[in-house]
């Protein structure tokens, strides 16, 4: 696909025949995606995939063999990733990344940097806003090492919302956590939505997609094998096939 070709009408993120091979491994072969706003999307796929380094390309951290992302119709392929954030896409880690020698408080702080120096009350009172919202406000103090894994990944999520991002990149946020946290994270979700934030993610636990999800992708070996409807995709035999195994497959 040409580099030089309109942008897609309405489309937040378009993502054109894009391509990340690490030597001989093709982690992401020729994919192309066009995520509209107010929608949540979902990626399902074997481990190795090509998930993860999907959501790197995206935010400029993995860099690419070929293709093109474009954000609001602009080609912002070429761009070093610190300008990602700023634009307006945020994201979590598959495995948590928070300094550890600060508090939970400076590490959701790090998330505001879009805001600009001038608006230093503005960030404060967000930052006040996020921890509440997401039960972590009486461990603002603590450092991250103290707190469970589940509490990790809220610190995590808050730091990726306090900037009001308008697409939020998720990668398997609610691996780790029991089932009470799972639906805590299914309805912060649903709540962003109804915010406008549109989301993106990545997640192993097929229930939580279909119950979350409006669009459906799978992946299989850095290809995408099937689009649509969650409920469709997951009875997809190819998706059965590769994602939930033959015998999966035979019992559905
Ligand atoms: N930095 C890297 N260098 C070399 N190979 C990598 C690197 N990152 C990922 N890979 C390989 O790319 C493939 C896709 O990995 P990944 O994107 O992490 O899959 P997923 O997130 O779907 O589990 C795997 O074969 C993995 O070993
Ligand atoms: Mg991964």
């Known amino acids: 696909m040409a580099d030089t070709e309109p942008a897609q009408d309405g489309a937040l993120l378009e993502v054109r025949d894009v391509a990340v091979h690490f030597g001989g491994v093709k982690a992401v072969d020729g994919i192309s995606m066009n995520l509209q706003p107010g929608r949540i999307y979902g990626v399902l796929g074997p481990n190795g995939s090509g998930k993860s380094t999907l959501l790197g390309a995206m935010t400029r951290l993995t860099p690419m063999t070929r293709g093109a992302f474009l954000f609001e119709g602009e080609d912002y392929s070429r761009r070093p990733a610190r300008t990602v954030h700023h634009m307006g896409i945020a994201r979590t880690f598959q495995t948590v990344r928070l300094l550890e020698d600060r508090s939970v408080r400076d590490n959701v702080l790090l998330g505001t940097d879009t805001l600009g120096k001038n608006s230093r009350k503005e960030a404060v009172a967000r930052v006040d806003e996020v921890l509440e919202r997401l039960g972590i406000r009486e461990i603002e103090r603590v450092r991250p090492d103290e707190l469970s894994y589940g509490m990790q990944r ?22 780790g956590m029991n089932t009470s946290e799972r639906e ?27 119950d979350t999800c409006d669009h459906l992708y799978a992946m299989n070996f850095g290809k995408l094998i099937a689009e649509g409807a969650p409920t469709e995709v997951v009875r997809d035999p190819a998706v059965q096939e590769a994602y939930l195994g033959k015998a999966a497959g035979r019992h559905a």
């Open 154 to 175: 809220r610190v995590e999520f808050a730091r990726a919302i306090v900037s009001r991002p308008r697409l939020l990149l998720l990668d398997e946020p609610t691996a």
């Open 184 to 210: 805590e994270i299914g309805a912060l979700m649903r709540q962003l939505l109804a915010e406008g934030v549109t989301q993106f993610i990545v997640e192993h636990d097929v229930q939580m997609m279909v």
